[in-house]
């Protein structure tokens, strides 16, 4: 057993939808011990039972769930602030070379290592990501984060048209290699794999037909894609499908929206769009970072809620412009501004943990500090940069201190991130 003593904050619901949800605690002690939490809560009421438990006290710091990243590409690990165009153009431009060059092993091997330590830098300890087309890039992506025991979901991307050469797939071909995957390392460590067709417009109808086989054959597996992120490939994909009554409705008529869905950006849905996602179970990332970067629009977050969609937030590199989940609900925030809706803090918090968490159906493993859930956690610094500090002094509520991370935060807050109890980024100095 190992416990810590600092501030401590979680949250047992929507803290919108229940005041009572917030569990804070300036004085706090969280506990943990073969990978799981023990205790979280009051110092003064939990000290008394720790026993010989070796205790580390963290003044000046707080300790809170590790944040959950819904939505981010691994192969654009190198095109993250590339210049120009809009979505369809600017993967023409970026990412499709980029991507191709996933094909070589230690490539991949190597991009790995940086992605995954760059995520656990920023405080993310579960990510759902895509992997290229190639069988290599998601071997290489898995067997980094089975090193570091980090719950991660993902798959290669299923293309079969509209797409360079060195990309495409077949059907077949996708079929065999995603069994191959599921079979290697589906529910080693704390993977789960994920059907990823790209979107619409990259797979014919036999390819998400297929795709939709998978999911319904094994019920294991997750799925992600992207869903009316931009107006041209809004116009693209209804041209494509012209029997569908929606871009949602392609996806739902091969079977691939369920409880186990995660749609990123869902920018540009009617309201009875988002109703449908709820009925089934569905979840969304909101990707606030991409959305500005690309011009895509702006995610009407309270029409989402209002339905009962879940949603979570995604970083969405290498559109998205930051790695750190602090930073995207920043942006996540000023999206909220031009929608005339601020994002509150609280929520905002609750999107980056829990929220996540149920929106890939792990709310029971993840996304707090309740008692048996897995110990991923991170310890911020408050005063990481001198600006920061200066705030926080400032500051007279945990609202008012939430917000300033979400906008003044980075990086170097970051001081420590545990997956599983295990440390396994500290920060240098």
């Known amino acids: 057993m190992q416990a810590y003593r ?44 720790l026993g010989d438990t070796p205790v580390e006290h963290l003044p000046g710091r707080l300790i809170t769930p590790g944040f959950i990243d819904l939505h981010i590409h691994f192969p654009q690990v190198d095109v993250i602030a590339a210049h120009g165009e ?10 499709f070379p980029a991507e191709a060059a996933f094909a070589d092993p230690a ?61 495409v797939d077949t059907v077949e071909g996708g079929r065999w290699d995603m069994l191959d995957l599921i079979v290697r390392w589906a529910g080693q460590g704390r993977l789960g794999y994920a059907v990823t067709p790209r979107f619409a417009v990259t797979s014919s109808d036999a390819q998400l037909a297929m795709a939709g086989e998978i999911v319904r054959d094994h019920p294991e597996v997750w799925m992600q894609t992207h869903l009316a992120e931009n107006h041209a490939e809004i116009a693209q994909a209804e041209a494509l499908f012209p029997a569908a009554s929606d871009y949602l409705n392609v996806y739902e008529h091969f079977g691939l929206v369920g409880p186990k869905s995660v749609f990123a950006h869902c920018i540009h849905l009617e309201r009875q769009a988002f109703a449908r996602l709820s009925a089934a179970g569905a979840a969304v990332a909101f990707c606030p970072t991409s959305n500005l970067f690309l011009g895509s ?29 602090l930073h995207t609900l920043g942006e996540a925030y000023k999206v909220g501004q031009l929608r005339g809706a601020a994002l509150d803090p609280l929520r905002a918090f609750y999107l980056a943990t829990l929220g996540g ?37 400032a500051a007279r509520s945990l609202e008012e201190r939430l917000f300033a991370l979400t906008i003044l935060a980075d ?11 295990v440390c396994q980024h500290r920060r240098d100095g």
């Open 107 to 167: 490539h991949a091997a190597e991009a790995a290592g940086f992605f995954v330590g760059e995520m656990l830098r920023n405080g993310t300890t579960t990510a759902m990501v895509f992997g290229s087309s190639h069988v290599a890039s998601v071997d290489a992506l898995f067997a980094e984060a089975l090193a570091r025991n980090m719950r991660l979901i993902a798959g290669k991307s299923l293309m079969d048209r509209h797409a360079p050469d060195d990309l």
């Open 357 to 393: 968490a149920r929106a890939l159906g792990l709310g029971d493993r993840i996304g707090n500090l309740a008692r048996g859930k897995e110990a991923d956690f991170l310890v911020l610094d408050l005063a990481a940069t001198p600006l920061l500090a200066r705030r926080m002094a």
């Open 411 to 421: 990086d170097r807050v970051i001081e420590r991130t545990y997956l599983a109890g």
């Open 6 to 49: 600092a501030a401590t904050l979680h949250l047992l619901d929507d803290p919108i939808a229940d005041a009572g949800a917030v569990r804070f605690h300036p004085d706090g002690l969280l506990v943990t011990d073969e990978g799981v939490v023990v205790a979280c809560g009051a110092y003064a009421d939990l000290a008394a039972d």
């Open 86 to 95: 809009q979505l369809l153009d600017w993967l023409e431009r970026h990412v």
């Open 297 to 325: 629009g702006l995610f009407d977050l309270e029409a989402a809620l209002a339905e009962g969609v879940k949603v979570g937030v995604g970083t969405d590199i290498g559109a998205g412009t930051s790695y750190s989940i």
